[in-house]
């Protein structure tokens, strides 16, 4: 009993560990936060191991200190030990009993009606106290309700659906503004932390320098450090030829598949930044000059 005491405990402590974790670190919806961020099954295996180690401990002191009693004082603990678990186990067995209110059957016969039909019985059971304070508490929200809504006019259902929609429409915005990867055509903004440049070279460097050279001067693929643009220029542009590819036949592909919109977003302000830098061998403009704003 002791010992199924300790693993009770041990889960309980890992596993209000596991729920401060998913709410103190935030993830995409339906995510969980110990496979958005692996380091936090450390956290957890630390709060098993410490939790085992504690349990272990007191029950080497335990034994320790049974130990050190004298055979009479040991009989008398064992004796209070075994009253205390008989108990125990009475209250779980009794627990049916006090949640339904129910007689046993031997006892069914105090409680039989006057109402006998073909051999079936009728009994005067008592409603489950669950059940009587259950209705209860819906006749005390039903009066609450009636007042509020009916009696002083609160808001009607249509306007708390109005209101609701408009707050979700308010965090639908927010999300989408933190959510890397709902980047859109529309949503799109150039990104300036060297992190996101950084990483947008990366992928340059690993898949753009066969056609437009590593300091972008332009080969098979046109001159990008230029302010010509034959798809059109500036970030929504930019993005949309790696996400869509390019003129059809011409060579270039299209990178959806290959990366997500937050790594297209991050290529296509690299590619940016890299206007009127001067690459060695520089390409022919090839398009029309791009001006922000004029379409």
């Known amino acids: 009993m002791r010992n199924l005491a300790s693993i009770f405990r041990i ?3 890992v596993a209000i560990a596991w729920g401060g974790v998913e709410l103190l670190f935030e993830t995409e919806p339906g995510q969980l936060a110990v496979l958005a961020y692996p380091k936090t099954l450390i956290f957890l295996g630390v709060i098993a191991l410490v939790s085992i180690a504690i349990e272990v401990f007191v029950a080497a002191l335990r034994f320790t200190l049974f130990k050190s009693l004298s055979e009479e004082k040991q009989e008398k603990f064992l004796a209070l030990e075994n009253k205390r678990v008989d108990q125990l186990k009475a209250k779980f067995e009794n627990l049916p009993k006090l949640l339904t209110r129910s007689r046993p059957i031997e006892e069914e016969g105090e409680i039989e009606l ?5 051999g079936i019985r009728e009994l005067d059971n008592k409603l489950p106290p669950w059940w009587i304070y259950s209705f209860y508490a819906s006749i005390v929200f039903a009066a609450i309700y009636l ?5 002083f006019d609160d808001y009607t259902q249509i306007e708390e659906y109005k209101a609701e929609l408009a707050q979700a429409e308010i965090d639908i915005a927010r999300y989408k503004e933190t959510a890397k990867d709902l980047v ?3 949503t799109v903004t150039l990104m300036a932390d060297p992190s996101d440049l950084e990483a947008g070279k990366q992928i340059y460097t690993n898949n753009c320098v066969a056609c437009h050279k590593a300091d972008a001067g332009g080969g098979i693929g046109p001159n990008l450090t230029d302010e010509h643009w034959i798809l059109g220029g500036g970030i929504k542009n930019v993005y949309r030829t790696l996400f869509e590819g390019g003129r059809p036949g011409k060579g270039m592909v299209s990178w959806k598949n290959d990366f997500k919109p937050s790594e297209l977003q991050q290529v296509a302000s690299y590619v940016l930044s890299l206007q009127g830098t001067v690459p060695a061998e520089p390409k022919e403009p090839e398009g029309e000059i791009w001006v922000e704003g004029v379409e």
């Open 11 to 13: 889960i309980a402590l």
């Open 114 to 118: 006057d109402h006998n039909y073909d």
């Open 184 to 186: 859109t055509l529309e």
């Open 147 to 151: 007042v509020r809504f009916h009696v």
